[in-house]
Nanobody
Framework: QVQLAESGGGLVQTGGSLRLSCVAA????????MGWFRQAPGKEREIVAA????????YRADSVWGRFMVSRDNTVNTVYLQMNNLKPEDDAVYYC????????????????WGQGTQVTVSS
């Protein structure tokens, strides 16, 4: 079992930056691939970024390419999502998730989820 807790969300103006953090507890953190997802009102949850257990492989959705970066620090059991040049379309609840697979971008292959943190981008 893995417990996940996100932080770092908030209100930011268009063009601003935020860094989300997700701290994991319960098992060996490096055994898990990690992902960031988001869900806007009335829309399905979608993947934003993913990172392998070692951190050596990463993925970012086309919609955030060049603006968001995912990273992890296995010494402190934390995965990060650095979000730059935020746009109104980034407005959503952001979730981190863990998978027992080394790496995946499939939402149905993530086993553990955090409660989410709201990111609001004002225009």
């Amino acid at each position: 079992q893995v417990q996940l807790a996100e932080s770092g969300g908030g209100l930011v103006q268009t063009g601003g930056s935020l860094r989300l953090s997700c701290v994991a507890a319960g098992r060996t953190f490096s055994d898990y691939g990690m992902g960031w997802f988001r869900q806007a009102p009335g829309k399905e949850r979608e993947i934003v970024a993913a990172i392998s257990g070692s951190g050596g492989r990463t993925y970012r959705a086309d919609s955030v390419w060049g603006r968001f970066m995912v990273s992890r620090d296995n010494t402190v059991n934390t995965v990060y999502l650095q979000m730059n040049n935020l746009k109104p379309e980034d407005d959503a609840v952001y979730y981190c998730a863990a998978t027992i697979r080394t790496y995946t971008t499939r939402i149905d292959e993530y086993n553990y989820w955090g409660q989410g943190t709201q990111v609001t981008v004002s225009s």
